[in-house]
């Protein structure tokens, strides 16, 4: 009699493959999906002149290895200037959770100005909206002297929205 030779396939081999199963329908059904725009990009559209917009992120938290540290408030404030201008100034808080010694502090600051190149869709027109983005980096409070730059930019993505660049 000859036998044949038993393969046993481990349990979490068999549970691994039914997960895919399960995610790999689920990751390419086509569906729509909405999503809140992050603080680090900017959209094609301004503020109109004399109004002041608030963008603020209530609380996140961000953790680097054993680090752990609150952010709050993330703050993005633009006033506009004239037709298609708008100033931008921006900061957040973080304050370390995981230790005591450093204490709350200003980061990620920043005022720019922006201007919208192409009105589009997100004015209310025909096409997409192209708009810039550019200002200077501000040094934080943790005594890091260091300047910067930044040039940002926005074309639509599909014709409904932005994209930064």
Known sequence: MVTRPQFAVPRSSKNLVGAMLVALPLAVWPRSAAAYRPFDGTDAAVADPGEVELEWQSAGARRESSQTTLIAPATVVNIGLAPDWEAVFEGQLETPLSS?????????????????????????????????????????S????????????????????????
Not at 111 to 127: A, I
């Open 142 to 165: 943790r005594a890091i002297p260091e300047w910067g730059q930044a040039l940002r930019g926005s074309y639509p993505s599909d014709g409904t929205g932005g994209r930064s660049i």
């Open 100 to 140: 005591s010694i450093t204490p709350t502090s200003l980061t990620a600051a920043g005022t720019f100005l922006k201007h919208v190149l192409r009105p589009g869709s997100l004015q209310n027109k025909e096409g997409p909206s192209i708009a810039t983005e550019f200002g200077v980096l501000l040094p934080d």
